[in-house]
């Protein structure tokens, strides 16, 4: 009988979620409130509290009532109808507050791991010659937003185009600071699930940047579903806007966006169908993790292939797994997840798929250990390879990114480029400026493929490294004196020798007398001389900034070693000699013309010995097979006479 009534009030439950009448609603909107609401409050899921759960492999139609973020009922109709909230309308059967952890939103969050460095935020502003690389992780590198001036509200505007939400995209919880005050006209940049999980393309990711853009955060998961259309910007009101106090006669444009949904989208019950996956195709990922080869000798988009992988029918989640977490495995050896374990055994890496590498030792008694060789993976002969290349490696050296040449080359990507946005301005040469591959030692100490951005920023101080100034003030204190330098918004490159002078004698008018200016750029750091002169010293408080590259993987015969151990192993081989510069800094006569073994600390005169020896392996080997022959026809012909002898005598 209990378990009759337990199964009947789920029944009721799943009605509530997807059959329930909007008149009634409309009626009683304090029960609605009263059932929907502690559901849709929970951070995280309290316990006790059961979500609904199909536990098939069927995909649930979605076939569901749109709620806003106060829990009440969404009737299409209603010319004030408020905009769809994903966190109440999902949350009736998801725990929305486990997924607010996930790796894709979980930046601002201060007690999460920072894990294995990945691609910043690159704030750039090509006015004042300033690109400096941003992460809330603390990666070894890059600068917290905060140290640079950017509060959660300018990281939003900058990046949320290619940001999913959540973290620190969302109002603070405390009182708004000095600079948020945006926040409660504009709502918070929610988690979208649709961004990901929209199976076809009713989800319109340009549109949610157009609306970021706009400052309707609230309105966006509505407007980029194409649920309905928004009339009005919040952008366009003041910041002392108080919504509760109705128009203002004096202004009456002054006003909340307001929606037209589209009644089209909604059957006779008021329910709309979201078509959602919970594999979301490439096309998806592609938005946020495009990367595309530019500059002179840049490959047409259709002479290139995708990554290996694809092209044999998987796709990124195949690799990239996760659970109502949303913790993604993002692939490299030795990720552990937040209780210090490796992430599905180790499996889901190079290794674990293509060698024989499970790490069930570290599993608890009993745990399910994923073999590998999974979905398909061809074990690699890697025939004639020393096996020291396998622990002095990683798999992606050779096999992952473009293939390297004598000169890394110039990459534009989406978070730093705005890729998958329309434009008529993007150029080739735009900030900021990325080059790769780089050959360097990973976090694990394998020499790795990666990307790099040189750190350019302007700093008042010679303490701890030389901090960044203050964006604003930067933009402020250098907007004249470098346009009278011949820069504007629209130059490209790296600033001249002689706008950076102009730019330290503009901050040390204005600086305090305890304050040093300085620019930092490509491991130098300037500063002005006692005779106004510009001084520049080598400083690794510009180092540049790196992470690896796993995509695209080349096919096996494109992959270095395929022809001979001289891919690698000779005086001109990338590998060693490439070198790191782009074409457009070769301009300033300050830019690192460093080589790949040198910025990674290789011993060049050992390096270049070794690579001389493999000119001579080949006659190494005839002459060694040669050698083992002779002794071997000597032992022969000892033997033989030896056995002659014997025979004679018996």
Not at 113 to 140: F, H, K, M, N, V
Not at 578 to 584: N, T
Request: contains cysteine; glycine residues 10%.
């Amino acid at each position: 009988m209990r378990e009759s009534h337990r199964v009947s009030t789920q029944l009721r439950d799943a009605a509530t979620c997807a059959d329930v009448r909007r008149p009634l609603l409309r009626h009683l909107p304090v029960l609605a409130l009263t059932i929907v609401a502690p559901v849709f409050a929970q951070e995280p899921k309290e316990e006790g509290v059961e979500l609904l759960r199909s536990d098939s492999r069927a995909p649930f139609v979605h076939r569901i009532g749109l709620y806003d973020e106060r829990g009440g009922a969404i009737d299409p109709a209603d010319p004030d109808a408020a905009p769809y909230s994903p966190r109440a309308t999902c949350g009736k059967c998801h725990e929305v507050g486990a997924i607010g952890r996930g790796w894709h939103f979980n930046a601002g969050h201060a007690e999460v791991p920072s894990g294995r460095p990945g691609e910043p935020w690159i704030y750039a502003d090509p006015s004042t010659g300033t690109q400096i690389p941003l992460s809330y992780r603390g990666w070894r590198g890059t600068f917290s937003p905060d140290a640079v001036g950017l509060t959660p509200w300018d990281v939003m505007k900058i990046f949320g185009r290619h940001l999913p939400g959540g973290g620190a995209l969302h109002p603070p919880e405390t009182a708004d600071p000095p600079g948020l005050s945006r926040w409660p006209l504009a709502g918070g940049l929610d988690i979208d699930c649709m961004l990901c999980h929209s199976k076809g393309n009713h989800h319109d990711p340009a549109q949610r940047a157009a609306q970021i853009e706009r400052e309707n955060l609230r309105w966006i998961p509505t407007v980029a579903a194409g649920f309905a259309v928004v009339r009005g910007d919040v952008a366009k009101l003041p910041d002392d806007f108080d919504p509760d106090l109705g128009p203002n006669p004096d202004f009456p444009e002054q006003q909340l966006p307001r929606l037209t949904y589209d009644r089209t989208r909604f059957d006779a019950d008021d329910r709309v169908l979201f078509d959602i996956t919970r594999r979301p195709a490439t096309d998806r990922c592609y938005f946020c993790h495009s990367t595309r080869e530019v500059g002179d000798g840049a490959p047409r988009t259709w002479h290139t292939d995708d990554d290996v992988h694809l092209r044999a029918g998987m796709t990124c989640t195949d690799c990239h797994r996760n659970g109502i977490d949303h913790m993604i495995v993002r692939g490299y050896e030795g990720e552990r997840d937040a209780d210090g374990r490796l992430v599905a055994a180790g499996t889901l890496t190079c290794r674990g798929c293509h060698t024989d590498d499970a790490a069930a030792d570290e599993l608890p008694p009993g745990e399910y250990v994923p073999k590998a060789g999974r979905l398909g993976a061809p074990i690699p002969r890697h025939a004639g390879l020393p096996a020291f290349h396998l622990e002095e490696m990683s798999c992606t050296a050779c096999h992952s990114g473009p293939e390297p040449g004598s000169l890394a080359r110039r990459f534009q990507t989406s978070l730093s480029h705005g890729l998958g946005l329309p434009t008529r301005d993007r150029r080739t040469d735009d900030d900021p400026v990325l080059t790769g591959p780089v050959f360097l030692p990973g976090a694990d100490g394998r020499l790795a493929p990666h990307r790099l951005a040189w750190p350019q920023y302007w700093s008042l101080s010679r303490e701890a490294g030389f901090p960044p100034l203050d964006a604003a003030r930067v933009k402020k204190l250098l907007k004249n004196p470098l346009a009278d330098a011949q820069r504007s918004a629209t130059t490209q490159g790296p600033l001249t020798r002689e706008q950076i002078t102009a730019g330290l004698k503009a901050l040390q008018t204005a600086a305090a007398e305890s304050e040093s200016p300085a620019y930092v750029a490509f491991q130098r750091v300037y500063t002005l001389g006692p005779d106004g002169s510009l001084v520049s010293t080598s400083d690794e408080a510009g180092a540049a900034y790196a992470w690896p590259i796993a995509h695209d993987v080349r096919p096996a015969r494109q992959s270095l070693g395929a022809g001979g151990c001289t891919d690698c192993h000779a005086d001109d081989a990338p590998m060693y000699a490439g070198r790191i510069v782009d074409a457009s800094l070769a301009a300033n006569p300050d830019a690192p013309r460093t080589t790949m073994q040198e910025l990674r600390g290789a011993d060049v005169g050992l390096a270049r010995a070794w690579n001389r020896s493999m000119r001579l392996r080949e006659a190494f080997k005839v002459a060694a097979f040669a050698a083992v022959a002779l002794v071997a026809w000597f032992a022969v012909a000892r033997g033989t006479g030896a056995c002659a002898r014997w025979i004679e005598r018996r």
